[in-house]
């Protein structure tokens, strides 16, 4: 079975503090993503990256950063995180050759 | 502007009755659509897939149809079940893409 693991299943920061969300995956495979889940908006795909060090911009890319040094673990990154960054976050990761992506538990994010 | 929408955020059916969960789509160069389900708490389980070569994909309770004139795609679950009660989204992705737009999702309840 496919494993993903999120470091945190929730997870309190003040507006202003660097947040790191970590993600790793124990099936090999190439592609990693990070969503965030909003009432009402759905999953909305922030980061992808589908090798070691490359990553893309989804669709709401603005105030996140990723890395990506190892190609088990995928990390969102929240320079200065702010209160419209309060949400549920959402790793996934899919092999090469598959169109099923893994979720991990997702992260609940608040940020105060 | 949202190209995968689920018009209906919440449904409910009485046990062992066929559930209809609808999306639609904007794009006409998505080739590829899921459908994922989520708890609360988890992230979201891949429940079935279809290719836009085909119109009906099967497995077991749960059919996928898709309807590309249309634009269309829905998820029946036949006869639905309880433990069927979460929230589903239909994603969508164009080939050549890793990256799936997902819908807004639709909370099932199956009654008792």
């Known amino acids: 079975d496919v494993k993903v693991t999120q470091s945190s299943r929730y997870l309190v920061k003040r507006t202003g503090e660097k947040v790191f969300l970590e993600c790793v995956q124990d099936?090999?495979?190439?592609?990693m993503f990070w969503y965030r889940q909003d009432p009402g908006l759905g999953l909305r795909l922030i980061y992808f990256?589908?090798?070691?060090?490359?990553?893309e911009k989804g669709d709401i890319p603005e105030g996140y950063s990723v890395s990506r040094e190892k190609k088990e673990r995928f990390s969102l990154i929240l320079e200065s995180a702010s209160t419209n960054q309060t949400s549920m976050y959402l790793c996934?990761?899919?092999?090469?050759?598959?169109?099923?992506?893994?979720f991990g538990p997702g992260t609940r994010l608040t940020v105060l | 502007d949202q190209q995968v929408k689920q018009n209906s955020p919440s449904l409910s059916v009485q046990e062992g009755r066929i559930s209809i969960l609808n999306c639609d789509y904007t794009?006409?160069?998505?080739?590829?659509f899921l459908w994922y389900k989520k708890y609360p708490a988890e992230g979201p389980t891949f429940l079935i897939s279809?290719?836009?070569?085909?119109d009906k994909n099967e497995d077991g309770r749960f059919t996928v149809f898709l309807n590309k004139s249309a634009k269309h795609l829905s998820l029946h679950i036949v006869p639905s079940q309880p433990g069927d009660s979460a929230v589903y989204f239909c994603?969508?992705?164009?080939?050549?893409?890793?990256?799936?737009?997902f819908g807004t999702g639709t909370r099932l309840k199956v009654l008792a």
């Open positions: 794009n006409s160069m998505f080739d590829y």
């Open positions: 279809i290719s836009s070569i085909k």
């Open positions: 996934a990761s899919q092999g090469a050759l598959t169109d099923t992506q893994y």
């Open positions: 990256s589908y090798d070691v060090k490359m990553k």
């Open positions: 994603a969508a992705r164009g080939s050549g893409t890793y990256k799936y737009i």
């Open positions: 099936m090999d495979h190439e592609n």
